[in-house]
């Protein structure tokens, strides 16, 4: 379970952010998590809801996007469904992720005095 | 002013990041590929399940190459050596990270290994990473190659159920093929599984016990090494001292 350690990284660039701005409070952290990013939402909001307590996050919504996975030929750029084999079965060529392993940290909203 | 939801309150500013979440490990990676680079060693990130036979994979591998081209190891295991001091017996220079609790390694811990004096003069470095197939995909080690063991034991369906792990597999060893006879296993059931889930499937099947199929995989690191070698390239400094 490494969505703890995620969030910890997470956390600390969200405190420098807010720092940086002189923040009192976070109220919304926006993260896209791919399907291939071998990160599992739902851990990754509980581990959230432990380690945001006594933070500047404390009362902040994580708000997480799912993306799934878009794969597409690498030669003739055909998109695959999902469940197919990862070769083009019109030419061949080996398939390439469109989109759908990203893990990041989008919009954030935080409370200034 | 808030500019999100409209509600006009003077003080929520919403501030666009667009960061990779596990940035400050892919600087590490970074650092560490150009330690790589610099000292030319062509490292490997071996993952794969408990019991996989990663280590058994990696003495093997020290037979083979023994005094032809120099094979160091990094182990990591929540407790004990005991990986490491296989490593070892089996002539590999091997310096081993204990997580604790954690269940994969990450580009900092390999850094702090990799300077260590054990592991000088290596050519080839084996990262072993802990034994899991779902964490230790999430992370760059800085590694030329990510190397994915699968034991036939483990059975056709895995690559269906952790696709995160074998797409990012440059080649897979399908090891233990020794025990086939003793399995219902179908070899070309996994390997269509394998082109299910990766794009350029590539496959060995190999025993490390009887050292059936074993020289494919040698071939593939030497032709391997070959490459990086290749023709004259300048490697960048190592900018950064340690004291």
Same mark, same amino acid.
């Given at each position: 379970?490494? $969505?703890?350690? +995620?969030?910890?990284?997470?956390? %600390?660039?969200?405190?420098? %952010? ?16 791919? %399907?291939?990013? /071998?990160? %599992?939402?739902? +851990? ?36 695959? /469904?999902?469940? $197919?084999? +990862? ?14 392993? $990203?893990?990041? +940290?989008? $919009? ?6 | ?10 003080? &929520? ?28 060693? &062509? ?65 900092? &811990?390999? @850094? ?115 490459? &990086? ?5 300048? @490697? ?5 001292? @340690?004291?």
């Amino acid at each position: 379970m490494h $969505e703890y350690s +995620l969030v910890v990284a997470l956390m %600390e660039r969200v405190e420098a %952010e807010a720092a940086a701005r002189r923040a009192i409070a976070v109220h919304r952290v926006c993260v896209r998590i791919g %399907e291939l990013s /071998g990160v %599992e939402p739902d +851990l990754l909001g509980s581990a959230f809801a432990i380690v945001q307590a006594g933070t500047i996050c404390e009362r902040a919504v994580l708000d997480i996007k799912r993306v799934p996975a878009r794969w597409a030929c690498s030669g003739c750029h055909r998109p695959l /469904g999902a469940g $197919e084999r +990862l070769q083009c079965p019109a030419c061949g060529a080996p398939a390439a992720l469109a989109g759908g392993d $990203e893990l990041l +940290l989008g $919009e954030i909203d935080l409370e200034v005095p | 002013m808030c500019e999100t939801c409209g509600c006009g309150d003077p003080h &929520m500013v919403s501030v666009e990041l667009q960061d990779r979440i596990l940035s400050v490990n892919d600087r590490e990676a970074a650092h560490n590929r150009d330690h790589f680079a610099a000292h030319g060693v &062509m490292a490997i990130n071996l993952m794969g399940s408990p019991g996989s036979g990663k280590t058994a994979v990696l003495e093997a591998t020290a037979r083979a190459f023994a005094g032809r081209l120099r094979v160091g190891a990094i182990a990591g295991d929540l407790e004990t050596e005991r990986d490491a001091e296989r490593l070892r017996r089996a002539g590999i220079p091997t310096r081993a990270i204990t997580t604790g609790s954690a269940c994969h390694l990450d580009a900092a &811990m390999v @850094h702090d290994a990799l300077h260590h004096e054990s592991l000088d003069g290596a050519r080839l470095l084996f990262i072993e990473n802990v034994g899991n197939l779902v964490c230790p995909a999430v992370y760059d080690l800085g590694q030329a190659f990510s190397v994915v063991a699968l034991a036939v034991t483990e059975g056709e369906d895995k690559p269906l159920k952790y696709p995160v792990m074998f797409r990012k597999a440059d080649l897979v060893l399908v090891t233990k093929t020794d025990l086939l006879p003793h399995l219902d296993l179908r070899l070309d059931q996994l390997d269509d599984a394998l082109a299910h889930v990766m794009p350029r499937p590539a496959v060995i099947h190999l025993s490390a016990k009887t050292g059936e199929g074993l020289g494919r995989w040698i071939d593939w690191l030497d032709a391997q090494v070959q490459a &990086m070698r290749g023709p004259d390239i300048a @490697h960048p400094a190592h900018g950064h001292h @340690h004291t």
